[in-house]
């Protein structure tokens, strides 16, 4: 039990307590009535006292004391080149009233025993905080990035120029380049101490990935060093024309290109393929050459072939393979190469036999005849006539005449001659060329064979009813015209056995023979024509004014024939059965004899005007 002076002693001690904790309460509850609204003593901002200042007093003083945003100064260097430039353009903004409310706020935030603390610290040593500050980093990187373009340098890559025959090597070049980031870390700092700062502007040099190009150039001049010549291999003599490419026109075909190595990046020279394809399309007519089959002739006392033309290996430029050999060998330095050329083989070649084609005799004939044509007539006959002699049609194929006889011009050897055009009979080249289709159409009609185009001429042609004996009219409605490419005569192989023709000129019995060596399959013919019917004389004769002749000057251009219709009908038969069963109908039109006079010649009596026989077409 305590004693009474204890008790005593412990009350007034505790009295005393309580009497000190009302007045400590007191007091603090005073002096934060007194600053109330206003910034605790001993707080401040940057160094700006805000002791006692409100809100709005304390965001007027910090807008006028901390000006570093506007009158600050930043100055970037490059070298010897300088930029300056303020905080606020490069982003950075004070916020006062911020500032001002973070200087309020100490000393009322949190809980009591940190609020009362805070106001103990401030009071006896102070508080000072830091600016509150805005920056917008994308304005600072504009900034910079304005400064990289005047400070950048591009990169230049060693290149290589190809001018005709003339190469150029041209040296790459370092390029330099504003490293933005590392230059930025550098400024941020000195803005948010709010200090005037002189910042390096970091520079990155960026070299050329392609440095050395002398291997690129020595290849692109070993390549126009000299002419490229192309050549035919295994070729005749009379074939061996080489095709020459001059240097500068090889260097207009070259590219130079980037390509990546395992050593980095570095320079090609090549052909340009599709300049080295075009020219090689160009070639591609001149070097093709179509397959021949090999020529024969029946040796009717043998049974034997014989060859007259060997065959032609045919062939066809490989352009793709032809430039890959280019690219390759001309960088090696080579500079004759040969084209590469596939090679077609014919159907037919020297060694056959004409067992193995079914060649075994004669199956059908015919001779006509063209007593009285002029030489340059009987010089086409026998030069189109000579296309056919000896050439094979296979079992089963369409045979073309004009296909076969190709171009009739003068430079195939053909001479002007008369022929049937525009309704006149006129000079033409070529005259005498339906001699030829005529015998061939008659061939082809005795021997059974299908005809699959033939047109006749637009009148009777005396040459194409001429007989062994002299004229026939039954040989009327069997002739046949040609006049390539427009009109052509074509029948068809349709036996199982190959077909052999053979021509043959007489110019002394001025006749042409047609021979087909096959193997007969049986088949018979029959046939039978009407003759000229329905015959109209010719017309009054024409007499037309030409200019090119002398007054008193008349020649006639054309020659009067009868008019008439022939129907000539042919039954092909094999053992009974009908295999063609054809009606081939023919107009003829009447012609009548033209006259040309020269200007002022007149012409009182036309009767001593006779009928000249005329010119065959």
Request: aromatic letters at 10%.
């Amino acid at each position: 039990m305590l004693t009474p002076l204890i008790f005593q002693l412990f009350t007034a001690l505790a009295f005393g307590a309580l009497i000190f904790g009302l007045l400590a309460g007191a007091l603090v509850l005073g002096f934060n009535m007194y600053f109330s609204g206003k910034i605790y003593p001993g707080v401040s901002v940057a160094g700006v006292n805000l002791s006692g200042l409100t809100l709005e007093e304390a965001s007027s003083l910090l807008y006028h004391e901390l000006t570093y945003p506007n009158d600050g100064k930043v100055v970037f260097q490059e070298g010897k080149n300088l930029w300056s430039a303020k905080p606020q353009e490069l982003g950075l903004v004070f916020d006062a009233q911020s500032s001002a409310r973070a200087a309020y706020n100490t000393g009322r935030s949190g809980d009591p025993f940190s609020r009362l603390s805070n106001q103990i610290k401030a009071w006896r040593a102070g508080i000072d905080l830091g600016p509150r500050l805005v920056y917008d980093e994308a304005a600072a990187i504009e900034y910079v990035n304005e400064i990289a373009q005047q400070v950048d340098k591009a990169t230049i890559e060693a290149s290589l120029t190809i001018e005709g025959v003339t190469v150029t090597e041209n040296p790459g070049q370092i390029g330099r380049k504003v490293d933005v980031p590392a230059t930025l870390v550098s400024l941020e700092g000195s803005m948010q101490a709010m200090t005037d700062a002189l910042i390096a502007v970091q520079v990155k040099e960026v070299p050329p990935q392609i440095q050395d190009v002398s291997e690129a150039a020595e290849t692109a001049r070993r390549i126009v060093s000299q002419p490229l010549t192309l050549y035919l291999p295994n070729s005749a003599e009379e074939e061996q024309v080489p095709w020459r490419i001059e240097a500068d026109q090889l260097g207009r075909m070259l590219l130079v290109e980037q390509v990546q190595t395992t050593e980095g990046r570095n320079l090609r020279v090549r052909f340009d393929e599709v300049a080295l394809n075009t020219y090689l399309s160009a070639l591609g007519p001149d070097i093709a050459r179509n397959p021949q089959n090999a020529r024969f002739i029946f040796n009717d006392d043998t049974g034997l072939l014989e060859v007259i033309q060997p065959a032609v290996i045919g062939r066809v430029l490989d352009v793709h393979a032809t430039i890959k050999d280019i690219t390759q060998k001309v960088s090696e330095g080579q500079h004759e190469i040969a084209l590469n050329v596939s090679n077609i083989d014919p159907m037919i070649t020297d060694d056959v036999t004409g067992e193995e084609l079914g060649i075994t005799e004669l199956v059908s004939w015919h001779t006509s005849y063209f007593r009285g044509s002029i030489s340059e007539r009987m010089n086409n006959i026998e030069v189109a006539a000579a296309n056919f002699h000896g050439l094979l049609v296979p079992p089963g194929e369409t045979f073309s005449m004009a296909e076969v006889m190709g171009n009739v011009s003068l430079d195939s050897g053909y001479a002007e001659a008369w022929i049937i055009f525009g309704g006149r009979t006129i000079k033409g080249v070529g005259g005498g060329v339906c001699q030829v289709s005529t015998t061939l159409f008659r061939t082809v009609f005795f021997g059974g064979y299908p005809i699959v185009e033939r047109y006749p001429h637009a009148y009777r042609v005396g040459y194409y009813e001429q007989t062994v004996n002299g004229q026939d009219d039954y040989m009327a409605g069997l002739d046949a015209t040609v006049f390539v490419p427009l009109v052509d005569f074509k029948f068809m192989n349709d036996t199982s056995y190959w077909l052999l023709m053979e021509t043959y000129l007489n110019p002394t019995a001025r006749s042409l023979t047609w021979k087909f060596y096959s193997t007969s399959d049986g088949r018979e013919v029959e046939w039978n024509t009407s003759g000229p019917v329905n015959v109209i004389e010719p017309p009054e004769p024409k007499f037309e004014e030409n200019p090119e002749l002398a007054q008193g000057e008349i020649k006639q251009v054309d020659w009067a024939a009868e008019g008439a219709d022939v129907t000539v009908t042919r039954t092909v038969t094999r053992d009974g059965v009908i295999l063609y069963d054809d009606v081939i109908t023919t107009h003829y039109q009447p012609w009548q004899d033209v006259y040309q006079y020269g200007p002022g010649t007149e012409l009182k009596d036309t009767k001593f005007f006779w009928k000249k026989k005329q010119p065959q077409g």
